[in-house]
C-alpha cells in the first residue's frame, strides 16, 4: 500500500511539476518582452513665403501734338453794298486759316492785311479757305455787286498745333512675398513592446 502511495506522490509531483512549468512560460509568454516598430505616415503644415504677382497702374508724363481751334465766325450774314467784314487776329505761329463760304450770288471772297493788302482772292458762289499765315491783325471780306440783301454763310477757324504734356497710366507687375500654408508628409517610427503570445496570435 505504501508503495501506490509513493508513487501517487510522484505522480502528483510530475504533474504539478509539469502544471507549474505551463504556467511560468504562460507567464513568460504574457510578458510584453518583443519589441516591435512600426511606420505611419504624419500629414503636418508649414507657412511658407510664396511671391504673389499683382498688377498696379503708374502715371508718366509724355508729350503728346495737339491739334487746336478758334472759331472767329461761323453763321449767315446779310450781304450789304460795302460789303460783309469780319476782322480777325492770327496770334499763333505756323497757323492756318480754314473756312468756307456760300451765297447764292456770285461774288468775290477776299482775305486783306492789316495794311489793306489783298492777300487772297476767289471769285464765286461758294469754295473752301485753307491758307497758311503768319500772325497778324486780317480782314475777311465777302462782296458781290449784283444784288444785296442775300444770307451768305461765312464760316472761319483759326488751326493751330500745340505740343502739350500728357499724363497717362500703363500697367506695371510687381510682386510680394505672401505667407501660404503648405501640407507636408513624414514617417513617424513608433517602437511597441508586445508579448510573444500577441506576436503568435497575431
Not at 24 to 32: D, E, K, R, T, Y
Request: with cysteine.
Amino acid at each position: 500500500m505504501k508503495f501506490l502511495e509513493d508513487k501517487s506522490d510522484k505522480w502528483k509531483l510530475f504533474v504539478g511539476g509539469i502544471i507549474a512549468a505551463f504556467v511560468l512560460i504562460a507567464i513568460v509568454f504574457a510578458l510584453p518582452l518583443k519589441v516591435i516598430s512600426t511606420e505611419t505616415i504624419e500629414t503636418y503644415y508649414v507657412t511658407e513665403m510664396k511671391q504673389e504677382a499683382y498688377s498696379v497702374s503708374e502715371p508718366y508724363v509724355t508729350e503728346e501734338v495737339h491739334e487746336k481751334t478758334e472759331v472767329f465766325a461761323d453763321g449767315f450774314y446779310k450781304v450789304i453794298p460795302s460789303g460783309i467784314i469780319i476782322p480777325f487776329n492770327i496770334d499763333k505761329p505756323d497757323a492756318q486759316l480754314v473756312g468756307k463760304f456760300e451765297n447764292p450770288i456770285p461774288g468775290s471772297f477776299a482775305i486783306i492785311t492789316s495794311a489793306n493788302r489783298i492777300l487772297w482772292e476767289t471769285l464765286g458762289s461758294r469754295s473752301d479757305i485753307d491758307l497758311p499765315l503768319s500772325q497778324g491783325k486780317y480782314l475777311a471780306r465777302f462782296r458781290e455787286n449784283v444784288m444785296w440783301g442775300e444770307d451768305c454763310y461765312i464760316y472761319l477757324a483759326m488751326k493751330w498745333t500745340e505740343v502739350q504734356e500728357v499724363t497717362k497710366y500703363k500697367e506695371i507687375t510687381k510682386y510680394r512675398e505672401v505667407p501660404v500654408q503648405v501640407e507636408k508628409q513624414r514617417t513617424i517610427v513608433k517602437q511597441d513592446r508586445i508579448s510573444i503570445w500577441k506576436q503568435i496570435f497575431d
